[in-house]
């Protein structure tokens, strides 16, 4: 199992940027795609964006798609989504998660194995 900590979460105004980390630690980093959810109060968990082991492919829900950017540093143990031109539907926890690599990366959610604790993020109108 890998552990996986979120951070840089907070309240930002429409339109604004945050940048959301989650750092890696007990198992290669490498072995994993990783994926972002979120949720809010009422509401399932919702597919964001994820990342294949290498960097070299990124999938996007439709509703961040060309406003959210996924990546990874492998040496640094570490995935990031970039989060530009928010709105207040952004609202929500966003959770990081893994996914074994297994040559297809799955966006289904129960096909994530290890999750971080979540951080909020809030946009204000």
């Known amino acids: 199992q890998v552990q996986l900590v979120e951070s840089g979460g907070g309240l930002v105004q429409a339109g604004g940027s945050l940048r959301l980390s989650c750092a890696a630690s007990?198992?290669?980093?490498?072995?994993?795609?990783m994926g972002w959810f979120r949720q809010t109060p009422g509401k399932e968990r919702e597919f964001v964006a994820a990342?294949?082991?290498?960097?070299?492919?990124?999938y996007y829900a439709d509703s961040v798609k060309g406003r959210f950017t996924i990546s990874r540093d492998n040496a640094k143990n570490t995935v990031y989504l970039q989060m530009n031109s928010l709105k207040p539907e952004d609202t929500a926890v966003y959770y990081c998660?893994?996914?074994?690599?297994?040559?297809?990366?799955?966006?289904?959610?129960?096909?994530?194995?290890?999750w971080g604790q979540g951080t909020q993020v809030t946009v204000s109108s």
């Open positions: 990342i294949n082991w290498s960097g070299g492919s990124t």
């Open positions: 007990g198992r290669t980093f490498s072995s994993y795609d």
């Open positions: 998660a893994a996914q074994t690599r297994l040559g297809r990366l799955s966006l289904d959610l129960t096909d994530f194995r290890s």
